[in-house]
């Protein structure tokens, strides 16, 4: 397999998917669907999307370990999702500007993997840093354009 597919399975695809989903997100706040209701939307297709992959994929075993630190993550990504959803709905505030800000969840990704998840060793310091700045100052200028 070439090296480049991990990266566009795992990464390219899903950035494409997640943008489109913010528009979507601003149409449904912008149809009077608030934010408990696009929750439950979204939840019931994100459930069918899992009992579609279970036919599809040969579904792995699976641990009380990891059903709960799914479930968290999926906790986590609903209470970030239904936050952006009221922003949406209840202030009209429009998905551009938003959407550059809540990009910046790599550096919490990264905080927390190097903290927690003993990834630290494989980072480069330089790079962190670097890249860190860029994020923020793209995120603080994108969002005020």
Sequence with gaps: MNSLWPIVIGGVLPAFFWGITAIFQKQSATSATGSAIYLIAFGAVCALAGLLAALIWRPAPWTAEGLGFAATAGACFAVGTGLISFALF??????????PIWSCNVLVTLAIGAA??????????????????????????????
Excluded: M
């Design 116 to 145: 927690f998840l003993g990834e630290a060793a494989e980072l480069d310091i330089v790079r962190l840093v670097a890249g860190t700045l860029l994020i923020l100052s793209g995120a603080l200028l994108v969002s005020s354009a």
């Design 90 to 99: 209840a202030y009209g505030v429009p998905v551009s500007k938003l959407a």
